[in-house]
Antibody, heavy 122, light 109 residues
Framework: QVQVVQSGTEMRKPGSSVKVSCKVS????????ISWVREAPGQGLEWMGG????????NYAQKFQGRFTITADGSTSTAYMELSSLKSEDTALYYC???????????????WGQGTLVTVSS | EIVLTQSPGTLSLSPGERATLSCRAS???????LAWYQQKPGQAPRLLIY???SRASDIPDRFSGSGSGTDFTLTISRLEPEDFAVYYC??????????FGGGTKVEIK
């Protein structure tokens, strides 16, 4: 059974950066695409971007291009997301989600992490 | 990007009733790459349907998905107490990236 485990709660000041990890176990890491999805307080789900490790390709939502980076380490089956120039509006629960890729980019998400709360406040 | 509009925003029903949730896309969804998720408070979303109509593993057959092109529907044939939650549609496989709809809350009447 595939398990997705994320790193813990983070608190940051505006203008700083945050890096969150996502470890996938119980499956073959290279066969999945990994995406990051955030849920701001009282809001819905928002796809931020994804990585397809077997191709080494990344896809980003236009809204986050320029300050959002996704990387993956196949040797540890771990993906990372880094968000820079943080604003208070980035306060949210950040989910890592994995599933098969479609047309070389993320498809539907079979497996989800537990979520990482990132709070941005001065 | 492809915008997904879900309706209604809230659906008030009683256990045992049928629920019909709509998801409309701003442009045609490639190869019907449309998924549905269920999310309960304090939990991560759970995949229900992919490819517009295929049930994910261990999903009860009271959940069904249909539609093509720009109009998709999630139907819950008879609501069980555990089905009261928020439901999201999502499109994938597009060169423009993935997007989620705004969600439909199914609440107990």
């Amino acid at each position: 059974q595939v398990q997705v485990v994320q790193s813990g709660t983070e608190m940051r000041k505006p203008g700083s950066s945050v890096k969150v990890s996502c470890k996938v176990s119980g499956g073959t890491f290279s066969l999945y695409a990994i995406s990051w999805v955030r849920e701001a307080p009282g809001q819905g789900l928002e796809w931020m971007g994804g990585i397809t490790p077997i191709f080494g390709t990344t896809n980003y939502a236009q809204k986050f291009q320029g300050r959002f980076t996704i990387t993956a380490d196949g040797s540890t089956s771990t993906a990372y997301m880094e968000l820079s120039s943080l604003k208070s509006e980035d306060t949210a629960l950040y989910y890592c989600a994995s599933g098969p890729f479609v047309n070389g980019s993320p498809g539907a998400f079979d497996y989800w992490g537990q979520g990482t709360l990132v709070t941005v406040s001065s | 990007e492809i915008v997904l509009t879900q309706s209604p925003g809230t659906l008030s029903l009683s256990p045992g009733e049928r629920a019909t949730l709509s998801c409309r896309a701003s442009q045609s969804v490639s190869s019907n790459y449309l998924a549905w998720y269920q999310q309960k408070p304090g939990q991560a979303p759970r995949l229900l349907i992919y490819g517009a109509s295929s049930r994910a593993s261990d999903i009860p057959d009271r959940f069904s998905g249909s539609g093509s092109g720009t109009d998709f529907t999630l139907t819950i044939s008879r609501l069980e107490p555990e089905d009261f939650a928020v439901y999201y549609c999502q499109q994938y496989g597009s060169s423009q990236g993935l997007t989620f709809g705004g969600g439909t809350k199914v609440e107990i009447k």
